[in-house]
């Protein structure tokens, strides 16, 4: 998909709103799983906090008394990660117990790192331990009176809270990797799905401007429809103008073409007169340019419609056969080769007109031969049709390049013996170049001329 595609826009769009929102999702997950992990965590530690509180508020209890393990063996394996600790603080010398997992270290206070007190009367924080390892802790002021005061902390291994999370979070990337490329593909299901209707419409322009339709036809989404309607009624708008101007050039030639011949009528009747043979000559110039502009607005005229499809080896076998028969007395043979599948994007008539005037050409000046070639060459670009060649060798004596370049022009002829106006090749260049292609001469392979005749096909 390319990046101005309309498909591509959404899908990126889409893409981008969807990496947005599972990032921001996951993001909110994962903090929320953490703080319900810390809770579970921290009930866990104010569980063995209550039970270390409750066996120092006892009074009389032997004041060498050993604590009980609370019921975790890690308590009493050497720094293991959990630890309590017990210290007085209501005492000039610091009386403080532990669990025999600290061995001979100390934990350090919540309160001295800023840690305030929670509405139950507890601190909660993460503290470095002994090994280094980071610990979840948890400690409480305890005030007894006459018993002392006292600051009991329970401390636990927070790589539980950390391998916790770490496992939610490699589940939830795996999870939402996969929900996103399931959702992707869903993203581009439904694009291509929104969006086939459009294509159908492209589709169905192209058969238009192909000529295997004349119109859209079939049912369009709601938010097309009016496009389709448009579209067809844009269409029928163009033909009605194009008939008119037809119409309105049919008139024209007519119109002139009248008086015209009052003219040469009138002029023909002194003949002797050199004013009179002057005034023929220029008619018949006239006439000439009139036929060749009338012609030129009636092919842009119907170039500016829709196309129609020619089929080109039966158009190119029956001029072969005309043109044979006008120059039968001079014995010219006319050979053709066509691909059978070439097609010309156009009307039959132009495109007799344009071989037609080609072959005729190729046949005055031709000494015994005349060959004809159709060849179809593929797209040069991705977007483009492919391209129709109509090759016309005679084995005449040829044109050198300054000739080339003065018979292409209008009116212009090289040798006044032969018959015709001297605009057969200037029409075709025109013609051509309505349709979109060009006429190339160069030197034919058997000795003459060659016309390469460069058309749009299908």
Known sequence: ???????????????????????????????????????????RLNLYLRTLIAEVATPDEPPDRQFQSLGEPLFELPLSGWYWQIARTDTEKPEVRSSRS???????????QGVELTAAGIRLGYVDGPEGQTLRMVERPVDLGADGKFLVSIAGDATEIFDETRSFDYYLGGTFTALGIVLLLTTVFQVRFGLAPLKRISEAIADIRSGRAERLEGEFPVEIAPLARETNALIEANREIVERARTHVGNLAHAIKTPLSVIVNEAAAHAADPFAEKVMEQADVMRDQLAHHLERARIA??????????????TIGALRRTMEKIHRDRGIVVETKADPSAKFRGERQDLEEMVGNLVDNACKWAASRVFIEVLVDSPGKPDAGPRL????????????????????????RLDESKPGSGLGLSIVVDLAALYGGSLILGSAPIGGLRAELVLPGI
Do not use: C, H
Request: charge should be positive; avoid cysteine.
């Open 1 to 43: 998909m390319r990046a101005s595609s309309l498909a591509n826009r959404l899908f990126l769009s889409a893409t981008a709103w969807l990496v947005v929102i599972l990032a921001i999702t996951g993001v909110v997950l994962s903090s929320v799983y953490k703080n319900a992990t810390e809770r579970a965590f921290d009930r």
């Open 102 to 112: 600290l061995w001979d270290k100390k934990l350090p206070k919540l309160e001295e």
């Open 301 to 314: 005229a119907r170039v500016s419609i829709v196309a129609t499809v020619t089929e080109v080896a039966p």
């Open 389 to 412: 060649r109509i090759i016309v060798d005679d084995d005449g004596r040829g044109l050198s390049e300054a000739e080339r370049a003065q018979v292409s022009r209008r009116g212009q």
